[in-house]
């Protein structure tokens, strides 16, 4: 089983930077995707961006339109999202996710087992 932690979320203005950062622990060599996720409440979850458990390719969703950058530190097993410029629209829940796939297995929430708490983003 694997364990996610996320943490970093928090109140700003809008034009800020806020970075999410998300620990996996437990069963860390079964994860071969890691991704960050957003809902609103009322609304479905979203993606917004996913890399490997080896670096290299990111995906990203057209709403994060260039601001958010995800990297990875996989000696601590730790991912993370930088969010610049942030919008009124970008505030959410953003939950960390991690999938067993080793391909690219789009941004479809049931195609990631494992998620995290979630941690709130407020942009006003």
């Known amino acids: 089983h694997v364990q996610l932690v996320e943490s970093g979320g928090g109140s700003v203005q809008a034009g800020e930077s806020l970075r999410l950062s998300c620990v996996a622990s437990?069963?860390?060599?079964?994860?071969?995707?890691m991704g960050w996720f957003r809902q609103v409440p009322g609304l479905e979850r979203e993606g917004v961006a996913a890399?490997?458990?080896?670096?290299?390719?990111?995906h990203y969703t057209t709403e994060t339109d260039g601001r958010f950058a995800i990297s990875i530190d996989s000696a601590k097993n730790i991912v993370y999202l930088q969010m610049n410029s942030l919008k009124l629209e970008d505030s959410a829940i953003y939950y960390c996710?991690?999938?067993?796939?080793?391909?690219?297995?789009?941004?479809?929430?049931?195609?990631?087992?494992?998620w995290g708490q979630g941690t709130q983003v407020t942009v006003s």
């Open positions: 996710a991690a999938s067993g796939s080793r391909f690219w297995p789009g941004f479809s929430p049931e195609a990631f087992a494992y």
């Open positions: 437990g069963a860390t060599q079964d994860i071969g995707c």
């Open positions: 890399t490997y458990t080896g670096g290299g390719t990111t």
